[in-house]
């Protein structure tokens, strides 16, 4: 019964967060550019893990509230 419980508790997180979209296609560099190429390298590999799923704008605290949301619609837990 816990894990259906942790189940849906990650399906309810999944619906509070929404989806970034990312554009792709080249970029360009030339010299109005601000960026240096090992910046541009760095805010690559943060473009692929946000594509990947492994960085969340969702914090560890509104988590924890989601999860008393759901105990309180479940009742688990009265208000």
């Known amino acids: 019964m816990a ?22 296609g080249a970029i360009e560099i030339d010299e109005t550019n601000p960026f240096t190429p090992d910046e541009i390298t760095r805010m690559l590999k ?16 509104h988590k924890k509230l989601l999860f008393v949301q759901w105990m309180l619609d479940h009742g688990k837990l009265n208000s």
Do not use: F, H, M, P
């Open 46 to 61: 943060v473009k692929s893990e946000i594509e990947k799923g492994r960085y969340s704008d969702i914090t560890n605290e």
């Open 3 to 24: 894990e259906t419980a942790d189940k849906k508790t990650k399906k309810e997180i999944q619906k509070a967060t929404e989806a970034v979209q990312i554009e792709t």
